[in-house]
């Protein structure tokens, strides 16, 4: 199937594949292949025209997040020349709407990895307890299930490469399926209710919630602090916060709860209602084209 996008809301496929929200696509030549949904997605971008197999037009305009209006986010979260450089560069990065439970799974396991070994853990955990199916004559692997993986064994999910994260999938899995929490309903909640909820799971900390609710539940509003909006916000920011915190903030030791609270909300507030967005620009900016 194919489909036109309009010119005047940019998209870049590349970009939005490849900078960090998810882990389970892979380029092949000139197409991308993700898994994602219980079904394997091939799609591929030329100029303004999208190409994809296995799903229909609405997956594509849903999950690529093709209904936000990048003008309007970027007139909104252009509030100064450096965040600007970061939308010239990156232009047409959008985000995605990743499923809930996959999206949460996999950032209780991305915690303080790089996304080469979060993409070989997430593989290793779908060859184990998802479905295997074939597309174009390769084996591919669903994302497993909230029952399949609250019944995995720890020493199960330890084979998976997952060290010490493998007992907080374990109990989160338990945890939600014991109580029948369902992920979606935090769509419908506030931004700080959804996120006081997320708190509440084993292995979720300030940066995995706020990343489940930006790259699958569409807050935009999410602020994730990493180690590189750490440093754009600490570089180019610098000026909104005492030169004390400042001075910490570039020993580059580990966030506490409140420093990462105080940097999260510098982000929401100077950027408003799509300081998401404002914060995926500065953060693959920053990560590929401001390295120092």
């Given at each position: 199937?194919?489909?036109?996008?309009?010119?005047?809301?940019?998209?870049?496929?590349?970009?939005?594949?490849?900078?960090?929200?998810?882990?389970?696509?892979?380029?092949?030549?000139?197409?991308?292949?993700?898994?994602?949904?219980?079904?394997?997605?091939?799609?591929?971008?030329?100029?303004?025209?999208?190409?994809?197999?296995?799903?229909?037009?609405?997956?594509?305009?849903?999950?690529?997040?093709?209904?936000d209006s990048l003008p309007q986010i970027f007139a909104d979260i252009g509030k100064d020349k450096h965040?600007?450089?970061?939308?010239?560069?990156?232009?047409?990065?959008?985000?995605?709407?990743?499923?809930?439970?996959?999206?949460?799974?996999?950032?209780?396991?991305?915690?303080?990895?790089?996304?080469?070994?979060?993409?070989?853990?997430?593989?290793?955990?779908?060859?184990?307890?998802?479905?295997?199916?074939?597309?174009?004559?390769?084996?591919?692997?669903?994302?497993?299930?909230?029952?399949?993986?609250?019944?995995?064994?720890?020493?199960?999910?330890?084979?998976?490469?997952?060290?010490?994260?493998?007992?907080?999938?374990?109990?989160?899995?338990?945890?939600?399926?014991?109580?029948?929490?369902?992920?979606?309903?935090?769509?419908?909640?506030?931004?700080?209710?959804?996120?006081?909820?997320?708190?509440?799971?084993?292995?979720?900390?300030?940066?995995?919630?706020?990343?489940?609710?930006?790259?699958?539940?569409?807050?935009?509003?999410?602020?994730?602090?990493?180690?590189?909006?750490?440093?754009?916000?600490?570089?180019?920011?610098?000026?909104?916060?005492?030169?004390?915190?400042?001075?910490?903030?570039?020993?580059?030791?580990?966030?506490?709860?409140?420093?990462?609270?105080?940097?999260?909300?510098?982000?929401?507030?100077?950027?408003?209602?799509?300081?998401?967005?404002?914060?995926?620009?500065?953060?693959?900016?920053?990560?590929?084209?401001?390295?120092?």
């Amino acid at each position: 199937m194919e489909f036109r996008l309009d010119p005047s809301h940019p998209f870049d496929l590349n970009l939005t594949l490849c900078c960090g929200q998810a882990f389970r696509w892979d380029k092949q030549s000139y197409w991308w292949y993700g898994t994602t949904q219980g079904r394997v997605v091939k799609i591929r971008q030329e100029v303004n025209e999208l190409e994809f197999e296995n799903v229909d037009r609405d997956f594509v305009i849903d999950y690529f997040g093709l209904r936000d209006s990048l003008p309007q986010i970027f007139a909104d979260i252009g509030k100064d020349k450096h965040v600007e450089k970061a939308i010239a560069k990156c232009r047409g990065l959008r985000i995605l709407r990743q499923e809930p439970w996959e999206c949460l799974i996999s950032y209780i396991c991305a915690t303080y990895k790089n996304i080469a070994a979060i993409k070989r853990m997430l593989l290793a955990l779908s060859r184990k307890f998802g479905e295997q199916t074939c597309f174009e004559g390769k084996d591919y692997y669903t994302f497993p299930t909230l029952e399949k993986l609250s019944k995995a064994s720890l020493g199960e999910l330890a084979k998976c490469e997952l060290g010490y994260r493998a007992k907080y999938v374990s109990q989160t899995a338990k945890t939600i399926r014991k109580s029948g929490f369902d992920l979606e309903n935090l769509r419908k909640m506030s931004y700080k209710n959804a996120k006081k909820a997320l708190l509440e799971f084993p292995g979720v900390g300030q940066k995995v919630a706020d990343c489940v609710l930006l790259f699958s539940l569409g807050k935009l509003e999410a602020f994730p602090v990493d180690v590189w909006v750490r440093r754009a916000v600490v570089r180019h920011y610098a000026h909104h916060f005492p030169k004390e915190f400042v001075e910490k903030m570039l020993k580059g030791e580990s966030l506490s709860c409140s420093e990462y609270n105080k940097l999260n909300a510098f982000g929401r507030e100077h950027f408003g209602k799509y300081a998401g967005y404002a914060q995926e620009y500065l953060y693959h900016y920053e990560r590929v084209c401001c390295k120092s």
